[in-house]
């Protein structure tokens, strides 16, 4: 009766929303921690690219014959302030091009000193010094590449946090819509169909009778029931309609259909080749109401009218033959059957 979600709500919606909220958070941090790391990165490329710009003029200058080594030694002190504000992962290229730039402010002091070879030696340390400012940058470029990317995953992960958050809402309104029509149709005490929607089923079991196949309808109604909400109480009447109901729906087959038509009576309408199937089922639901046994109850019986839907029948009124039946058998006696 009813759907899975109707029944257990939270198995699909707490997941869910812990699911949301570990994926929004982990998100969140995961961007926090790339934004904080990134906030940096402008002024990083460009102080590498003043170490790269300050070698490379410095070696020009000294070509030219013109005093370098103070934009050598400033270039070294970009190199040490990118090392500050960067993280670890600049240490390798840092400790190697600070080993360049010793070598080439040492191969400018020997050119000035008028040392021999001194010039190949200035050109070779030139141009370790380019290739390792390059590598610098290089790396420097790298590492904010990743940390946009570790931004952009905390972007996904906030984002399918918030998509499943909205699943959850969806989910929610679906099981209020399902709740809703299953309260709409069933009868939560019995597991019957409330009486519209039985009505709207046997219309549609007789409009859709096949061929050799005959409509069979019973009603039956408690014996005595009044006595027992009178004698024990409401809440003894309630777990009587409950085990009722239950034994009723126990014995339906695939097809049938069971509604309670409003307080003590219910009706089930079946189709079957067999014309005599209405008042068949009727006598089996008579014997496994009898054989019911609730504590501190007394033993339950129930009376039933059956009938076979005429040809050209309006519903209701084999609904209303089937109720006359169910007082013959009332009237001769209770807990027994009557029909056509």
Not at 46 to 71: M, S, Y
Not at 166 to 178: F, I, M, P, R
Not at 263 to 282: I, P, Q, T, W
Request: overall charge positive.
């Amino acid at each position: 009766m009813g759907s899975s979600i109707a029944e257990q709500p939270s198995k699909v919606l707490i997941p869910l929303l812990v699911a949301a909220c570990l994926l929004a958070g982990t998100g969140l941090t995961i961007a926090g921690v790339a934004i904080k790391r990134t906030s940096g990165d402008a002024a990083q490329v460009n102080q590498a690219g003043l170490v790269r710009g300050g070698l490379q003029r410095a070696v020009k200058l000294e070509l030219a014959g013109v005093d370098a080594l103070a934009q050598v030694d400033t270039a070294a002190r970009n190199l040490w302030n990118l090392r500050y504000s960067s993280g670890p992962y600049l240490d390798e290229d840092f400790r190697a091009l600070s080993v360049s730039i010793a070598r080439l402010r040492a191969a400018m002091v020997e050119l000035r000193d008028g040392k021999d070879n001194s010039m190949p030696v200035l050109l070779s340390a030139s141009e370790d010094a380019w290739l390792r400012s390059n590598t610098l940058v290089d790396t420097t470029q790298r590492g904010i590449s990743d940390r946009r990317r570790l931004f952009l995953w905390g972007l996904a992960f906030m984002a399918l946090g918030v998509a499943l958050a909205v699943l959850a809402v969806v989910v929610s309104k679906l099981y209020v819509a399902d709740k809703v029509e299953v309260e709409a149709t069933y009868d939560t005490m019995t597991g019957g169909l409330r009486k519209n929607r039985f009505m709207e089923r046997l219309t549609n079991l007789v409009d859709t009778l096949g061929r050799d196949e005959s409509v069979g309808v019973a009603m039956f109604d408690l014996d005595r029931f009044k006595r027992i909400n009178d004698t024990f109480g409401h809440d003894a009447g309630d777990r009587v309609l409950a085990a009722v109901g239950g034994t009723i729906r126990s014995l339906l087959r695939p097809g049938d259909v069971f509604g309670r038509m409003g307080g003590e009576e219910f009706a089930v309408a079946m189709r079957s080749k067999d014309a005599r199937a209405a008042r068949l089922f009727s006598e089996r639901v008579r014997a496994a109401v009898e054989s019911i046994r609730l504590e501190r109850l007394p033993i339950i019986t129930i009376s039933a009218g059956a009938v076979v839907v005429k040809k050209g029948e309006k519903p209701a009124e084999a609904l209303k033959r089937a109720d006359s039946h169910l007082y013959a058998a009332k009237t001769a006696g209770r807990n027994r059957v009557r029909g056509d």
